[in-house]
Structure formats: structure tokens, C-alpha cells
């Protein structure tokens, strides 16, 4: 595991290289990239969502502002998904949740990478995952979550003109006799946050949110919850409570007394943070300590 002050230079670092390794076409650079990532001991979500996902995206814009074609585009579409094949097999999953989870683009949506980036984090969590890919017709991913049992459908919109598309599949979903919960997340959002908007479960651009929202929706969580759960758990807490009072990181920072970059991973989950600084952030936000740590997970 990288050491918390150094994972964000990493990470950049990493960004920066795979970005470059894209814009040129060069497979063997993109293969040296996520070598090195793995050799640092970097995580599957931190390797999709800070490396890979991002300079992607910046190949997007690039093809926006006409600086690359569609061929280019398409080799580094093709790059990333061999890459995060590489990057699937190292990977040791969680201990097995017993729950399953169909992943999907909704009807008319054909990028296959960010399906494939949210199966790969459900199946490290320890999910059955059944990965349908891009464009998927409502009718059909109905039939296969009822067929399978699943226990969750996880939507993948990139587009904003899908979401009409993505309302009537919810609402095919919704109808079921036995119904899934239901995610949607993905770019195209308009409305992130807002389930009622399309009659999800949840709405969200955030993969990881989907996972461990997914665990607390259905009840879900591994026998030995491990340090790392821990931070991330706080983190999430401490930004909540920080979000609510509309207050920046600079501004918690200053009031409980420590630097901004380390209150930046804490609320990553990548800081072994010690009582002090917990009892200063919780007097900052106007919480007790138990009240700070009172929605950490616990066992099943």
C-alpha cells in the first residue's frame, strides 16, 4: 500500500504517463504504466478511477476538440480495456458476499469501458457479477436479472440524451415480480444524487458510492472488516459532516487545526489518522467523537 502522503504524487504521476501512453497509441508505455501501479501496491479502484478512467476521458476531450479521430480513439479504448484485464487478474477478490449484480449500458449506450470498470469493482467486492456490456434492450436485461435472481441492476448512462431511455428500463426493472435494487450512474447524469428523478435505487456518478451503497442497501458486509474499511468509513463521515456545512477543506482544515492535505486523506480513507486529529475534526464539526465514528460499519 502506498504511504498516504505520498499516493496522490503517485497516482498524478501515473495519470499523467497512461494520458501520454494514449494520446500516442503506445500500448507497451500504457503496459509499463499499470506495471508500475501494481508494483506500488495500488488497488483496482485506484487504478480504474485515478489512472485509467481519467486519461480516457481526457482522450474524449481530445477527440471533442478534433486534436485525435476516431481511430485513435477507438486504439485507446481498446489500450484500456487490455489494461484492465491486466489489472483484473492481479486482483484478489473480497471473500464472497453472496449477492449478484447485473451490469449494463441502458439501451442505445456503447461505452464498454465504464460497464466494465463497475463489474470489475463489484466483483473485487466480492459480487457475483453477470457483465451484459453496452447497449443492452430493456425487455432483455429484465429477462436476465429475473432469470439469474439478481439482486441488483447497476446502469450505465454516459449520454444525457440516454436518460429517457434509462427511466423506461428502470421502470421494466421495477416491475418484476421479485425487483432488483436499481443503480444508475454514470456521466450522463443529469440529476446526480436525485433517485426519484428516475426511479433508481440510486443515482451516481460515483462508482465506489455504488458499491458500498449497494452493501448497505441489501444488508451486506464481510465477517472482518479491515483497517482500511475503517478510514474509508471515517473519511466518508468527516466529508459528509464537512459537505453539510458547505465548508471547503481549507476551511475544516483551519479549524481543527491541521493541514488541508492531510485532512485531504483522510477523507480518502488513506489516512492512518490518530485519536488527536479525530478529536479535533470532531470538535471542528461540532460532533463528539462517538457521534464521528457512530457510522462506521461493523461486522454482520
Do not use: C
Not at 60 to 78: F, K, P, V
Not at 119 to 147: C, K, Q, Y
Not at 216 to 243: D, F, N, P
Amino acid at each position: 500500500m502506498i504511504p498516504p502522503g505520498e499516493a496522490e504524487k503517485t497516482t498524478a504521476l501515473l495519470r499523467d504517463r497512461y494520458t501520454a501512453a494514449l494520446m500516442a497509441g503506445d500500448q507497451d508505455e500504457a503496459a509499463r504504466v499499470v506495471t508500475d501501479a501494481l508494483d506500488r501496491g495500488m488497488d483496482l479502484a485506484a487504478i480504474y478511477l485515478g489512472v485509467l478512467g481519467p486519461a480516457l476521458a481526457e482522450v474524449g476531450d481530445a477527440w471533442m476538440r478534433g486534436d485525435l479521430n476516431i481511430a485513435d480513439e477507438h486504439l485507446a479504448t481498446s489500450i484500456t480495456l487490455g489494461a484492465m484485464s491486466r489489472v483484473r487478474d492481479a486482483m484478489r477478490p473480497h471473500e464472497r458476499l453472496g449477492a449478484s449484480v447485473v451490469v449494463a449500458a441502458v439501451e442505445g449506450e456503447w461505452h464498454a469501458v465504464a460497464t466494465r470498470m463497475i463489474a470489475d469493482l463489484f466483483a473485487v467486492d466480492g459480487w457475483e457479477v453477470i457483465h451484459l456490456g453496452e447497449n443492452t434492450p430493456a425487455e432483455d436485461l429484465a429477462a436476465m436479472a429475473r432469470s439469474r435472481s439478481a439482486d441488483l441492476v447497476v446502469l450505465s448512462l454516459s449520454h444525457p440524451d440516454r436518460l429517457p431511455a434509462a427511466r423506461r428500463t428502470v421502470a421494466i426493472l421495477k416491475d418484476l415480480e421479485e425487483a432488483p435494487a436499481v443503480f444508475v450512474g454514470g456521466p450522463g447524469l443529469t440529476a446526480p444524487g436525485d433517485p426519484e428523478s428516475l426511479g433508481a435505487d440510486l443515482v451516481s456518478s460515483d462508482p465506489l458510492e455504488a458499491t458500498r451503497t449497494a452493501r448497505e442497501l441489501l444488508g451486506l458486509q464481510g465477517e472482518r472488516l479491515t483497517i482500511e474499511a475503517h478510514l474509508e468509513a471515517l473519511g466518508r463521515r468527516v466529508q459528509e459532516l464537512r459537505k453539510a456545512r458547505g465548508w471547503s477543506q481549507q476551511r475544516l482544515a483551519a479549524e481543527a487545526g491541521i493541514d488541508r492535505t492531510y485532512l485531504g486523506t483522510v477523507e480518502q480513507g488513506r489516512q492512518n489518522i490518530t485519536i488527536k486529529a479525530a478529536i479535533r475534526l470532531a470538535d471542528a464539526l461540532d460532533r463528539t467523537l462517538p457521534e464521528l465514528l457512530g457510522q462506521l460499519p461493523a461486522g454482520r
